[in-house]
């Protein structure tokens, strides 16, 4: 099993910057790209960025309608099981629920023997930001 972790939400000002971490525990051999989504109230889920084992990233700044550079930073630690999130300059359209999703490796050859899903979730940080 996996389980992931997020953490460092919490209420800011619009202005300020805001980092969030996610940490994946057990057996996180199942865990290749990592990405984060965000859930605003009565809105979808959506995606902000993901990140690959080799730290290649991706950011959906079309979809966000903003530009997401610079507004987004997303990282990897060095053991590849931590996953970061900078938001700067934050926004009230900020506010949302922060979720660590994970691709799992079910069905991959480097994982027979281990329990791996096709993808894992976090329970959600809450970020608030007031103007």
């Known amino acids: 099993q996996v389980q992931l972790v997020e953490s460092g939400g919490g209420l800011v000002q619009a202005g300020e910057s805001l980092g969030l971490s996610c940490t994946a525990s057990g057996d996180t051999i199942c865990i290749a790209t990592m990405a984060w989504y965000r859930q605003a109230p009565n809105k979808e889920r959506e995606f902000i960025a993901s990140?690959?084992?080799?730290?290649?990233?991706?950011?959906?700044?079309?979809r966000l309608g903003q530009s997401v550079e610079g507004h987004f930073n997303i990282s990897r630690g060095s053991d590849k099981n931590t996953m970061y999130l900078q938001i700067n300059s934050l926004k009230t359209e900020d506010t949302a629920v922060y979720y660590c999703?994970?691709?799992?490796?079910?069905?991959?050859?480097?994982?027979?023997?281990?329990?791996?899903?096709?993808?894992?979730w976090g329970q959600g940080t809450q970020v608030t930001v007031s103007s």
């Open positions: 999703n994970a691709e799992g490796r079910k069905g991959e050859r480097r994982v027979v023997g281990h329990q791996c899903e096709y993808q894992y």
């Open positions: 990140i690959t084992p080799g730290d290649m990233t991706y950011y959906a700044g079309s």
